[in-house]
Nanobody
Framework: VQLQAYGGGLVQAGGSLRLSCAAS??????????MAWFRQAPGKEREFVAA????????YHADSVKGRFTISRDNAKNTVYLQMNSLKPDDTAVYFC??????????????????WGQGTQVTVSS
C-alpha cells in the first residue's frame, strides 16, 4: 500500500487547512485499515495527532488538537482526511499519514505504524 499525503501549505493563525492521504495499491480498501496522522516539528519527535480505527467509525485525537482537528475517511476514494481548524503557530510541522492492518492499543506511538506516506508541510504564521 502506498500513501500519498497532500494539502499542506502556509496559513495564518486561526485559519483552516484540510490534509488528504490517498491510499493506492492492488487491493487497497482503507475501511479495513487503521489510519493515522502524525506530525513532526523541527528538532522534535514525531507525535500522534489523530487516528481512525479499521472497520469502525471510532476516532482518536491528541489532546492538543481535540476540538480543532477532525480525522475522517472516505472509503469510496480510499482517502483519509485531517480537517484542521483554528490553527496555531504550534501546529507548524510536517504532517505524515500512516496505516496498519489492524488496530493497536498503542496507536499513539509511531512505532506501532508500519506504513508511512511522505510528509506534507504545514506552516502557521502568527
Amino acid at each position: 500500500v502506498q500513501l500519498q499525503a497532500y494539502g499542506g501549505g502556509l496559513v495564518q493563525a486561526g485559519g483552516s487547512l484540510r490534509l488528504s492521504c490517498a491510499a493506492s495499491g492492488r487491493t487497497v480498501n482503507i475501511y479495513t485499515m487503521s489510519m493515522a496522522w502524525f506530525r513532526q516539528a523541527p528538532g522534535k519527535e514525531r507525535e500522534f495527532v489523530a487516528a481512525i480505527r479499521s472497520k469502525s467509525t471510532s476516532t482518536y485525537h491528541a489532546d492538543s488538537v481535540k476540538g480543532r482537528f477532525t480525522i475522517s475517511r472516505d472509503n469510496a476514494k480510499n482517502t483519509v482526511y485531517l480537517q484542521m481548524n483554528s490553527l496555531k503557530p504550534d501546529d507548524t510541522a510536517v504532517y505524515f499519514c500512516a496505516s496498519r492492518s489492524y488496530w493497536s492499543v498503542g496507536y499513539y506511538s509511531s512505532s506501532q505504524w508500519n506504513n508511512w506516506g511522505q510528509g506534507t508541510q504545514v506552516t502557521v504564521s502568527s
